[in-house]
């Protein structure tokens, strides 16, 4: 941690106002994320509409985060993260204060758009602004970081919509309390962008010439690339946007305990986000992302199936720290792939196909849920995380092995 903070003040001054904005828009998406779908449900929606809803941005985003790529190459970062934060902010207030069906979908599109827009953003502002020898560490520091965010936002909406609950709505957990936390949200999402005004200036840049990187890049390889993480997120999108769901309905928690539990797990990807890249740096890339999701399938099996509340929030903890733990490592493992002029585009089709197939798990566990209960999901889940890792072991373990074992034979032949 000391290693961490250190090296913290040496990352360019504009990683550091990035990173001060994702922490304060992760507490306020922990919020926000905590009570949305309690809310729509309390509205008397269906579990199958808000399946639908759960989808909705993450689909905008699979349909124009290759096009804004293409529309804003000449654009400065910071006005792309101004445009995704005031958006974010704008579809959290519009949620809380208009609860009718057609404008939780407008507003659900409208949060759809920021996500295109970060994604355009994010990975390429930290690959450009970081050298070689940083881009480990800058990954995760800033995924711990943004984690425990998360740990602070869900700590923070329990007792919000607890105090609501008891102040505003007679002690009944009611859309009135759940509205408060999700206006608290958006007013944080809004503060966000205070740090992203102070960046450094960069040269703006004319319109790229119209030659289309994806036609450029090697899509056979790009997709072996992919396709692991892919397959992660379909499983993960049949889980973890119902997750608050799963455990209060299954466990009958009231909203302050719920917050209290799923603070932990932001916790436990901050940790995994710590643990990722130091075993990187042993084991490599690859092996480190196999040993993590091959470790998590019995954690996710005990989750699902054991019917304990305390035996099902230790396996669910362990499982998301393992899980987490690989995705600093999958992205500079990813990024690595590609040349430095591509990673936009990269980082676009990656973010624009990984949405896609979470949004369809979220569609299709919406509709499971209504004839299976959380059953289905979690066997199509665990089958996703052993696919995935049969495919890095498949594609990937044997050339790693042969470029440490070269590595290892170049130094050895020159000491």
């Known amino acids: 941690m000391r290693h961490y903070f250190l090296r913290f003040w040496s990352f360019h001054k504009n990683i550091r106002l990035f990173i001060y904005a994702t922490f304060l828009f992760c507490v306020s998406q922990a919020i926000f994320n905590l009570v949305c779908n309690l809310y729509i449900l309390k509205l008397g929606y269906t579990r199958e509409f808000l399946g639908t809803l759960e989808s909705i941005p993450i689909f905008v985003v699979s349909a124009l985060t290759i096009p804004l790529t293409i529309l804003c190459a000449g654009l400065p ?106 206006i608290s949200g958006a007013l944080l999402a809004a503060a966000a962008m205070l740090p992203i005004i102070y960046f450094e200036a960069e040269p703006e840049k004319r319109p790229m010439r119209t030659k289309f990187d994806l036609a450029c890049m090697d899509q056979a390889g790009a997709m072996r690339i992919f396709l692991p993480q892919l397959a992660v997120g379909f499983g993960a999108g049949m889980i973890m946007p119902y997750l608050n769901i799963f455990f209060k309905t299954g466990f009958s928690l009231g909203i302050s305990n719920l917050g209290s539990l799923m603070s932990l797990m932001p916790l436990s990807m901050a940790v995994g986000g710590i643990i990722g890249p130091w075993l990187a740096g042993r084991q490599g890339h690859v092996r480190t992302m196999i040993i993590f999701q091959a470790l998590s399938v019995p954690f996710l099996v005990m989750m699902a199936f054991s019917g304990d509340l305390y035996i099902t929030v230790a396996a669910t903890f362990i499982r998301t720290l393992l899980m987490n733990a690989s995705w600093p490592v999958y992205s500079v493992f990813m990024l690595s792939r590609f040349r430095k002029e591509s990673h936009r585009m990269a980082s676009a089709v990656y973010c624009t196909l990984w949405n896609l197939l979470w949004a369809s798990g979220a569609k299709l566990s919406g509709a499971l849920q209504m004839d299976f209960g959380f059953d289905m999901p979690f066997l199509i889940t665990i089958v996703c995380y052993c696919a995935a890792t049969l495919m890095l072991s498949h594609w990937f373990l044997r050339e790693e092995s042969g470029k440490a074992q070269a590595r290892r034979i170049l130094t050895e032949s020159m000491e």
């Open 77 to 182: 970062m910071k006005r792309t993260l101004l445009a995704a934060l005031a958006l974010a902010a704008f579809a959290y207030l519009g949620m809380a204060v208009f609860p009718s069906r057609s404008m939780l979908i407008f507003f659900k599109f409208m949060f759809g758009l920021h996500g295109s827009f970060l994604a355009i953003s994010s990975w390429p502002l930290m690959a450009k602004y970081s050298n070689a020898k940083d881009l480990d560490t800058v990954f995760s520091f800033q995924f711990s970081l943004t984690m425990a965010a998360g740990f602070l936002g869900n700590l923070s909406g329990g007792w919000l919509t607890a105090l609501a609950t008891a102040l505003l709505a007679g002690g009944l957990e009611n859309p009135a309390a759940y509205r408060f936390a999700m």
